[in-house]
C-alpha cells in the first residue's frame, strides 16, 4: 500500500500534475478570448432556453452567437450600462433537438452524426451558425447515405486506400458540391438575407441494392467475395459501373490468367466485350522469315501489373468460319454486336501499331462525312479485310457437332498452321512496322497503290501453298464421309462471301478462344479466296483458334437447344 501510495503522491505531486496542467492549461489558452469566458449568455432555441458561457461560444468562433453578444456588449459599454443586465436573449427559430448535439459540441465533447438524415442536420445548422470547427469536423466524417434502405458510413479514405481506379465515382464527385469549401455557407446561395437555411434531403439511392452495395464494400476493404454465379457476378459489375468503381470493375470481369508452360509465358483469357483501349499491346516475337511477327497482349487496367499475352472470348454464336475452295484458306466473319467490337479491337491494335485506324485517305475521308460515316467492319482497318483470316493451331482444342475434331497428321505444311518451332522470342521490343503507302492523287486511283512487299521474295510461315486442308476428321467411331447438307424445299443454297463463288464449307461457332496474332501478309497467289487490298498495311491481324466449339449445320445446333422449365 505504501507503494501505492507513493505513486498517487507522486502522480499528485511530482511531475505527472505538472504535465497534465500544463496540458489542461494549454487547451485554455487556446480558446480565443472572444468573449468573457465567466459570463453565461442566453440564447433559446425554438422552444428551449440553452445558457452557454462565453468560453463555450469563443471555443467555436467567430460565429453567428460571437457576433450578436459582441455587440450587445458594445452597445452596452457605449451606453455606460451594465453588460449583466444589458444582454438580451437571442432568439432563433430552428430544431432545439439539433442544437443540443451543438451545444454540446461547444462545451468540448465530440459529436458524432448517427444516420444521414442527423447528419444534413447538424450540416445545415453548423453552415448557418457559422461554426468553423464544427464544419470542418463534418467535412472529415465518414460518408453518410442511405443505399435501398439501409443507411451506410463509408469512409472518406476507402477510396483511395482500396487501389487505383476507384475515384473519382458516385459519392466523392456527389459530395463535392457540399463539400467544394468550407468557407461557403451553401453552395449557389448568397450570404446576404439568408433568413434561414434551404431544406436538405438525406443523400440516398433507393434504386440500388443494399445487399450488393455492402458486397462492394467488403472488396473496396481489401476481403474477397465469393462469386456465386453469372447472375451475382453480373449485378455486382452492374454496380460497379453504377458508382463509378472502375478498379473494382476489372477485378469483377470474368478472366482467367497463369502460366503456360507449353508456351512459356503468361496468359489471360478475357472476353471481347471487357477489352479496354489502355490495356492493349503488342509484343514482338519475329520467326524466321518473318521479323514483323508478334502477338496482342492485355493488362488489365488498374489491376494488372504487367502485360500478359491475350486469349480472346468471343462468344453468342457471333463468328462464322469460311473454309476457301480446297481447304487452303480459312477466314471468320462476324455479325451483329460482335462484328462492331472486332472492328473496333483492330482498330486499336492499329494505333499500338502506328498505323491509321482507317484505309479510306483523309480528303475522302471527310467528304463521306467523317469517321463515323464508315460501317464498322474489319474491313475498314488497315489490319484485316472484312473476313479475317483465321489460323486452326493443331495445339487447339476443336469441339464440332458435339464430337472433338483434329486436323489431318500432316498438318504441319499446311497454310493454315504455324510453325512454332521458329519462334524467337524477343518481348518487349517494338514491331517495325512499315508505313502504309500513300494516296496517289488521283481519285479514280486510290486503291490502286502497290504494296511495299508486294514485288519482294519475302516468304512467310504462312504463305499460301497448295495442301489442301482435310477439315473434318472425327473420332473413329464416328467418321464418315462428308455430304453435301440438303438444301430445304424453298430456301436458296448458301454460297460462299469468298472469291470464285459455290458452296464452302461453313462452321458456325458457338463460342471461341482466340489468340491475336501480327504477321507480314503473305504473298497471294492465283488461288487466293481474297484478292489483295493494296490500301491496307503490310502486316495483318488474324486469328490463333485456342479453343473452338462450333457445328457445321443448324441441326448440330438444335441439338444443343434445352425445353424451357427444364
Not at 451606453?79 to 432568439?91: E, F, H, M, V, W
Request: charged share 20%; net charge neutral; proline share 9%.
Amino acid at each position: 500500500m505504501a507503494s501505492s501510495g507513493g505513486d498517487v503522491h507522486s502522480r499528485n505531486g511530482g511531475h505527472g500534475v505538472s504535465s497534465f496542467s500544463a496540458s489542461s492549461h494549454q487547451r485554455i489558452v487556446h480558446i480565443p478570448n472572444i468573449l468573457p469566458h465567466e459570463r453565461v449568455f442566453p440564447i433559446q432555441i425554438g422552444s428551449e432556453l440553452f445558457k452557454l458561457s462565453g468560453a463555450s461560444i469563443s471555443s467555436d468562433a467567430p460565429s453567428y452567437f460571437s457576433q450578436y453578444f459582441l455587440c450587445q456588449l458594445k452597445q452596452a459599454t457605449d451606453a455606460g450600462q451594465d453588460p449583466s443586465t444589458a444582454i438580451r436573449t437571442l432568439y432563433i427559430d430552428r430544431d432545439p433537438v439539433t442544437f443540443k448535439d451543438i451545444s454540446l459540441h461547444l462545451q468540448g465533447y465530440h459529436v458524432k452524426p448517427r444516420d444521414a438524415s442527423h447528419f444534413v442536420r447538424l450540416f445545415a445548422d453548423a453552415q448557418f451558425y457559422s461554426l468553423p470547427k464544427l464544419i470542418s469536423q463534418l467535412y472529415e466524417e465518414p460518408i453518410h447515405i442511405t443505399i435501398g434502405s439501409t443507411p451506410f458510413q463509408i469512409p472518406r479514405d476507402i477510396f483511395s486506400l482500396s487501389g487505383p481506379g476507384n475515384t473519382p465515382n458516385f459519392f466523392t464527385l456527389g459530395f463535392a458540391i457540399f463539400f467544394s469549401n468550407p468557407e461557403d455557407l451553401f453552395p449557389g446561395l448568397d450570404r446576404e438575407g439568408l433568413i434561414r437555411p434551404p431544406s436538405i434531403v438525406p443523400p440516398s439511392v433507393p434504386n440500388r441494392s443494399a445487399e450488393v452495395f455492402e458486397e462492394l464494400l467488403h472488396m473496396l476493404r481489401g476481403y474477397p467475395v465469393k462469386i456465386r454465379d453469372e447472375t451475382h457476378r453480373q449485378e455486382l459489375l452492374r454496380d460497379c459501373r453504377y458508382f463509378n468503381f472502375k478498379g473494382l470493375e476489372q477485378r469483377l470481369i470474368p478472366h482467367d490468367k497463369g502460366f503456360n508452360q507449353a508456351r512459356g509465358r503468361e496468359e489471360i483469357v478475357l472476353r471481347l466485350r471487357d477489352i479496354l483501349k489502355s490495356g492493349i499491346s503488342v509484343v514482338n516475337e519475329p520467326m524466321v522469315g518473318d521479323p514483323l511477327a508478334g502477338w496482342v497482349n492485355y493488362a488489365r487496367p488498374y489491376v494488372d501489373d504487367k502485360a500478359m499475352e491475350l486469349v480472346l472470348e468471343i462468344g453468342e454464336e457471333g463468328t462464322r468460319l469460311h473454309f476457301g475452295p480446297g481447304g487452303k484458306e480459312v477466314r471468320a466473319e462476324f455479325f451483329r454486336d460482335t462484328k462492331t467490337r472486332v472492328a473496333k479491337l483492330f482498330e486499336l491494335v492499329a494505333t499500338k501499331l502506328n498505323l491509321p485506324s482507317s484505309t479510306q485517305p483523309l480528303g475522302l475521308l471527310m467528304a463521306k462525312g467523317g469517321r463515323n460515316s464508315e460501317p464498322p467492319t474489319p474491313g475498314n482497318t488497315p489490319l484485316s479485310e472484312d473476313l479475317v483470316r483465321v489460323i486452326l493451331d493443331p495445339e487447339a482444342s476443336i469441339t464440332l457437332d458435339g464430337q472433338p475434331w483434329t486436323p489431318t497428321d500432316d498438318s504441319d505444311s499446311d497454310p493454315n498452321f504455324p510453325h512454332t518451332g521458329t519462334n524467337v522470342n524477343t518481348p518487349n521490343t517494338t514491331i517495325p512496322i512499315p508505313s502504309i503507302p500513300s494516296a496517289p492523287s488521283s481519285t479514280n486511283d486510290l486503291l490502286t497503290t502497290e504494296s511495299p512487299m508486294s514485288n519482294s521474295n519475302f516468304s512467310t510461315p504462312y504463305q499460301q501453298q497448295e495442301n489442301p486442308l482435310k477439315r473434318r476428321r472425327l473420332s473413329s467411331s464416328h467418321t464418315h464421309t462428308p455430304q453435301t447438307p440438303k438444301t430445304p424445299y424453298g430456301v436458296a443454297t448458301t454460297t460462299s462471301p469468298l472469291v470464285g463463288g459455290g458452296r464452302d464449307e461453313q462452321w458456325i461457332v458457338k463460342t471461341g478462344q482466340w489468340r491475336l496474332r501480327i504477321q507480314s501478309v503473305p504473298k497471294t497467289s492465283t488461288n487466293s479466296a481474297v484478292p489483295p487490298n493494296p490500301a491496307k498495311a503490310s502486316v495483318e491481324c488474324c486469328l490463333v483458334a485456342v479453343k473452338v466449339e462450333a457445328v457445321r449445320r443448324e441441326r448440330g445446333r438444335n441439338a444443343g437447344r434445352a425445353f424451357l422449365g427444364g
